[in-house]
């Protein structure tokens, strides 16, 4: 995790007087990506099951490429509650890196999905 994103963290923790929880590191892969869309000429999308996040909590997730160099990522909040992604970047060639926050009261599920062009 980025300096950053410890920053961030610590600010909100300050701003709402008590601890935020870290979760365990979610590691993912293409291969078992559980929707892939072949978007043509060797690029592809790559949807992920959810990650669930307990209240006031975040956590990390990690998507790895494989035989694909991972070009973006997105994500999506379930609920119509606030969420913050606090890191959303390529760690390498073939993988994504992203941290996201639940800052509400209630248990929710961030979904990420990411585009890829196969390896040559």
């Not at 379930?78 to 970047?89: C, E, K, M, P, T």
């Amino acid at each position: 995790m980025r300096k950053a994103t410890l920053l961030k963290i610590k600010n909100a923790e300050a701003k709402l007087g008590k601890k935020l929880k870290k979760r365990s590191h979610v590691v993912k892969s293409t291969r078992k990506a559980i929707r892939v869309t072949q978007l043509g000429d060797g690029f592809a999308r790559f949807t992920f099951s959810p990650v669930t996040l307990p209240p006031n909590s975040f956590r990390s997730t990690t998507i790895n490429g494989n035989g694909y160099n991972l070009i973006s990522g997105s994500w999506i909040f379930s609920g119509n509650d606030q969420g913050f992604l606090l890191d959303n970047y390529s760690a390498a060639e073939d993988r994504w890196f992203f941290t996201a926050w639940n800052p509400t009261g209630t248990t929710r599920t961030v979904s990420y999905a990411v585009i890829a062009k196969q390896k040559p």
